[in-house]
C-alpha cells in the first residue's frame, strides 16, 4: 500500500512515534496518536490508520474498539527528523471517542 522501507525513529521517545491525523480534504487536524514499529509497518502495508494504544499497551486498528470504520489513508508524509508523520486521512465518522469530529474540542483562552 505505502512504501514499507519508509522508517520512523522510534529511539527519541523509548520505542513510540508520534502521528497527526489530518482531514485529507479540510486539513483539520483530527488527532495525534502513537505507533510503535510494529503499528507503523501495519499502518504502510494496510493503508489503515493502525496505532500503539498506551493505555492498553497494544495495538490496535484505529475505530475497532468502538466498531467505528477503519480510517483509511490518502496520504503519508515524515517530518525532517523522521520522528513524525503526518497521516492524511478521510473520516467516515467522528474520529474522538467523545464522538467528535476532532479530538481538539477544549479551547483555551488567550491571556492578556
Do not use: N
Not at 489530518?22 to 505507533?35: D, K
Not at 465518522?93 to 479551547?107: A, D, K, L, R
Amino acid at each position: 500500500m505505502f512504501d514499507e522501507t519508509v522508517h520512523l525513529d522510534f529511539a527519541k521517545m523509548d520505542g513510540l512515534a508520534p502521528v497527526v491525523l489530518q482531514h485529507a480534504e479540510t486539513r483539520e487536524v483530527l488527532m495525534v496518536g502513537f505507533v510503535d514499529e510494529e503499528a507503523w509497518r501495519k499502518t504502510l502495508s494496510t493503508g489503515v490508520v493502525t496505532l500503539f494504544r498506551r493505555t492498553l499497551g497494544r495495538v490496535q486498528v484505529k475505530g475497532e474498539d468502538d466498531g467505528s470504520p477503519p480510517l483509511r489513508i490518502s496520504d503519508i508524509s515524515v517530518d525532517c527528523d523522521r520522528d513524525t508523520a503526518l497521516l492524511a486521512v478521510v473520516p467516515e465518522s467522528p474520529v474522538c471517542h467523545e464522538g467528535g469530529e476532532s479530538c481538539f474540542i477544549h479551547p483555551v483562552a488567550a491571556s492578556r
